[in-house]
């Protein structure tokens, strides 16, 4: 069953100096699907999952999700949508400096109107999954790379969202924490969630049901 589909969508980046981002980019993701997103540095990667996000407005060409045209969808419908429906783990992260590990982690729980309580022992499980339980009350200046990486996936999976959108998730982390991040997405896609992964790591992709490689903002290959 269809998830989303991004139908030949361009995107350029800049004013005077144009770059064309994507160039024709069409992707079809079905439901519970665990697909892999490869390709060289500046190729597209991040883009995508940015409009898949909602985060970046495309240009041309046509977005699906659920058979919602996500074109002419904006404000509040956006953000809704954002908060209901996916997580993101960030390249960079994007933790909320003047948020404790435990704050930023807690940020979509209370968006969502959880109670306390629950919250709490939700935070402290996917800490406790991640290895991070020992730095829940740390500001994320004071984490390393791969600390700051960790904490950055429990806030995205911790509502459990329908779509996980994971931006080289494992590329701060050593293989035993790298494991463990997978295990975590392992969990969510036998429980039905859908994961897209970018990853410059074959080993990550090969956990995958599905590899596409871009290339100038193009699919370049798939298997
Ligand atoms: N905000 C921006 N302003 C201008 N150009 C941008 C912006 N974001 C991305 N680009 C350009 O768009 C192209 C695609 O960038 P993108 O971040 O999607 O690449 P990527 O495949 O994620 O690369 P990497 O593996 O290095 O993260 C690159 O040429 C990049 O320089
Ligand atoms: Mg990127």
Redesign the pocket.
């Given at each position: 069953m269809e998830l989303l589909r991004l139908q030949k969508i361009t995107k350029t980046?800049?004013t005077k100096k144009k770059?064309r981002?994507l160039n024709g980019f069409d992707l079809t993701v079905n439901k519970n699907e665990m697909l892999a997103i490869m390709?060289?540095?500046?190729?597209?990667?991040?883009?995508?999952l940015n409009i898949i996000a909602g985060i970046d407005r495309l240009e041309g060409g046509k977005y699906y999700f659920e058979n919602t045209d996500m074109s002419t969808m904006t404000g509040d419908r956006m953000t809704r949508f954002r908060r209901d429906k996916i997580g993101v783990v960030f390249?960079h992260f994007a933790l909320i400096d003047e948020y404790t590990v435990y704050n930023n982690i807690a940020l979509p729980l209370k968006l969502s109107k959880c109670p306390d309580a629950k919250a709490d022992s939700m935070i402290r499980e996917a800490a406790g999954k991640l290895g991070i339980t020992s730095l829940l009350s740390k500001n994320p200046r004071e984490l390393s790379g791969g600390e700051a990486q960790r904490a950055a996936i429990a806030r995205a999976i911790i509502t459990e969202p329908k779509v996980i959108l994971a931006?080289?998730p494992t590329g701060a982390l050593d293989e035993e924490n790298g494991k463990k991040i997978m295990n975590v997405f392992h969990e969510l896609h036998k429980k039905g969630n859908t994961l897209i992964i970018?990853t410059?790591d074959p080993s990550v992709a090969a956990q995958c049901s599905r590899t596409i490689c871009?290339k100038d903002g193009k699919v370049c290959g798939t298997e």
């Open positions: 980046y800049g770059v981002a390709g060289r540095s500046g190729s597209g990667k991040s883009t995508v390249q931006d080289e970018v410059h871009i």
